[in-house]
Each structure stands twice: as C-alpha cells, then as structure tokens.
C-alpha cells in the first residue's frame, strides 16, 4: 500500500513541478518584456542656477520680482497681491526661444 500510495503522488508531483516551471517561464518573459521594452522616463531637465531681481511693472500695484534661470535659459516674474495675501504668476518667457527668434529675424511674441 505504501509502495502505490508514493506512485500516486509522483505524478501529482510532476505536474506541479511543469506548472512551476511554466509559471517561472512566463515570469521570466513578462521581466525580459519590462526590462528590454521602451522606457518611460520623466522630462530631463537640468538643475536650474537661479538670479533675482526686484523691479516694477506697468499696472502692478506691488513690485514684480524677476527670476532667471541661467542653465535652462527661463524667465519668470511674480507679483504680491497684498488683498489675497498671494504671490501671482505674472509672466513666463523661454530666453532660448527668444534668442533663437532674434538670430533667425522673427520676432518674438
């Protein structure tokens, strides 16, 4: 009885090691797939190397702070509006796209 009992299990055991085997199989080419397929990566964006300047604008109430970023060429200037107790965005300019539109004879919008 002992003798059937562990031919019995042989071939429960077989079938669990293909099914492992198919498992790891499978596991293996959905890693290979996620590992060699396209990358999505964020934006590369350089670290920026910031300089501010305070100044006025024409039709601000406050002074308007301008901040450059030397390495990625960008422009901004923010506002205090001193009744929402809020610093504003008040404008944005890509320094490089402006350069570039001088060399190439368009004007900037």
């Known amino acids: 009885m002992q003798r059937k009992e562990k031919l019995d299990g042989a ?3 077989g079938r ?3 099914g492992l085997l198919a498992l790891n199989a ?3 080419v ?3 797939a996620v590992t060699f397929g396209p990358s999505a990566g964020a934006q590369a964006r350089a670290r920026g190397d910031y300089s501010m300047v305070a100044g006025r604008s024409n039709g601000a109430q406050s002074g308007v702070v ?3 970023d030397t390495v990625n060429q ?3 200037a923010l506002t205090f509006d001193p009744n929402a107790k809020r610093v504003e965005g008040v404008g944005y300019r890509n320094l490089a ?3 570039g539109n001088l060399t190439s ?3 900037p919008r």
């Open 26 to 28: 499978a596991l293996l």
């Open 16 to 18: 669990r090691l293909r």
């Open 105 to 107: 004879g368009t004007r």
């Open 74 to 76: 960008e422009l901004i």
């Open 11 to 13: 071939p429960r055991a």
């Open 30 to 32: 959905a890693l290979g």
């Open 66 to 68: 301008y901040i450059v």
């Open 97 to 99: 796209a402006d350069i």
